[in-house]
């Protein structure tokens, strides 16, 4: 009973926190507890026997440990690796290790992060082409959280395979978010001039709430009715564009039709994540990821195979407050062709914000008892993944693992004043696959990282991800 009693402390500090923050506890989660503190033994020896130890997060440091990871893959044609912090190099690196391994060994040619798919096309020519410069183009993206030193490895790396003859098959690099549009804005306008002047001056008006950073800052704000509005006339826009297509198309090229129209769904997706309420409500954005990245494998085709980087909360199978995850909306269409891979560690650093103080480093001390990664580290292995669809069908072991527990969860933002406060209930079956890293450090923030703009209060919504706490998701402007 008194195991009980303390972990329900936990919670309910986390609910408290995270109403103080921005976002209320989710529907149904604070009232729930796991089984027990304690986390049985043979949870804890079953974690031991089926872990598949990895000797380093490094990247380019060979494949002997990772063959083992070749079966748990299988023929899958997305690989979603989470994260549970969003900035953590340890888990940064060991991204770009599985990309890698999932390049020369598993044939994957396509990369995408939660991140804007407009300004993404900058890198995806600089992988491919070598056109710019790797440090321009990933400081365009305009994601402080991946602009570190560990991601700029990782495009390196990638420029550096394609650079090779041998390799035939080239890496695309791709974002899947949609959280800013005025980008997406400009390219749409810049291909109506080109086929549709007319047309252009149309679009200009309707899209004028998103012409610029400016522009679409000061317009965050306005009401429910006007993002619906708009909506409706991005609609007739999206409408005038496939009656128009096969003019436009003669006068162009299928392709530059194909990424206009990308664009506009881009803007209008945006719009509807403005539209609704957005308290406690990720749907619109997750169901847009999740329409995105489908929509890059149908551009890449057939045989496309793609990893994502995202944080534990989009990549989950699992709920995300009051709609689907963007994990959950890719398994009902991929099924057992997805591999969703969680992050979790004991005790280390990360860098994230601080309300009021910007970009820093924080560390925290061991997980709490009882917690996921708790058990993850009382098997007492530095670096490990284990496969959890090969767990026991019955008996303790399978009872732990189906109910909800535990886990820790760090977005955009964290206060060191209540550790605690950052572990929400979550089923360990809503990924298949748990990545554990004993001790972490932070990520490397690049030096000519874009500057850390706060837009309003609150810029990034400190949100639960179904119990989860993922911070960078705002109500009123984009993680930056």
């Known amino acids: 009973m008194a195991h009980d009693v303390s972990i329900r402390r936990y919670l309910a500090l986390g609910s408290l926190v995270l109403e103080l923050v921005v976002c209320p506890t989710l529907p149904g989660q604070a009232a729930k507890s796991p089984s027990s503190i304690s986390v049985p033994s043979e949870v804890t020896s079953w974690f031991k026997s089926a872990a598949i130890p990895l000797d380093s997060t490094s990247p380019e440091s060979g494949w002997d440990d990772l ?90 790396w990638m420029r550096n395979y394609n650079q090779d003859p041998k390799h035939t098959n080239k890496v695309k690099f791709f974002g899947f978010d949609m959280q800013v549009a005025h980008v997406a804005v400009r390219n749409a306008e810049r291909y109506l001039e080109k086929v549709d002047p007319g047309e252009a001056k149309v679009a200009s008006t309707v899209l004028a709430p998103f012409s610029d950073a400016d522009r679409e800052r000061e317009s965050a704000g306005k009401s429910r009715y006007f993002w619906q509005k708009t909506g409706e006339m991005i609609d007739s826009l999206l409408e005038w564009l496939e009656l128009r297509k096969q003019v436009y198309v003669e006068a162009s090229s299928l392709k530059e039709w194909t990424l206009a129209r990308h664009n506009l769904d881009i803007v209008r997706q945006a719009v509807e994540m403005h539209s609704v309420d957005r308290s406690g409500n990720f749907s619109p954005r997750d169901q847009a990821m999740a329409a995105n990245v489908e929509w890059i494998l149908d551009q890449e085709g057939p045989e496309s195979k793609i990893m994502l980087w995202a944080h534990n909360g ?167």
């Open 314 to 480: 989009h990549v989950s199978t699992a709920p995300l407050g009051d709609g689907a995850s963007m994990g959950t909306v890719l398994r009902k269409t991929y099924g057992e062709q997805m591999v969703v891979c969680g992050f979790s560690f004991d005790q280390g650093s990360f860098q994230a914000l601080q309300r009021g103080k910007g970009l820093r480093q924080f560390t925290v001390g061991p997980a709490i008892p009882g917690s996921l990664d708790a058990a993850l580290a009382a098997a007492e292995i530095p670096l490990f993944a284990v496969d959890l669809r090969a767990a026991p069908s019955s008996g303790a072991v399978a009872e732990w693992l189906n109910t909800p527990q535990p886990m820790r969860s760090i977005g955009a933002i964290y206060s060191d004043s209540a550790p605690e406060a950052y572990f929400g209930l979550v089923s360990p079956h809503s990924f298949d696959v748990i990545l554990f890293v004993k001790y972490t450090t932070a990520a490397h923030e690049n030096p000519k990282y874009s500057e850390i703009e706060f837009r309003g209060e609150p810029l990034w919504g400190a949100r639960a991800h179904g119990g989860r706490q993922e911070g960078h998701e705002r109500s009123d402007a984009p993680m930056r």
């Open 67 to 156: 063959r083992r990871m070749e079966s748990t893959i299988g023929n899958a044609r997305i690989v979603a690796m989470g994260e549970a912090t969003h900035g953590t190099r340890e888990f940064f690196q060991l991204k770009h290790r599985m990309l890698e391994f999932l390049v020369e060994k598993k044939g994957f040619t396509v990369f995408g992060i939660e991140a804007n798919w407009p300004e993404s096309l900058a890198i995806n020519d600089y992988v491919l082409n070598g056109s710019g410069d790797a440090t321009e183009a990933l400081d365009s993206l305009s994601f402080w959280t991946w602009n570190t030193d560990e991601v700029l490895d990782m495009i390196r």
